[in-house]
């Protein structure tokens, strides 16, 4: 099954996330088939960008979202 969720980036203590489109079979930070976003929760504002044209093609082809990513998006 295909699924939308975060990949951890960044340093130590100082994490910056990925929204990536995976399969869930693969490790959280194991390879990707499409990266659509990324997200800083560092930030004051918190900064989110997320490519909403594919993340509609994603979930229309029955890609899942994890619940991290249900909860920042909106969704």
Sequence with gaps: MTVIRLTRMGRKKQ??????????RKR??????ELIGHYNPMNDEKTLVVDQERLDYWLSVGAQMSSRVKKITGK
């Design 28 to 33: 959280r930070d194991g390879g990707w088939i």
């Design 15 to 24: 994490p910056f996330y990925r929204i990536a489109v995976t399969d869930s």
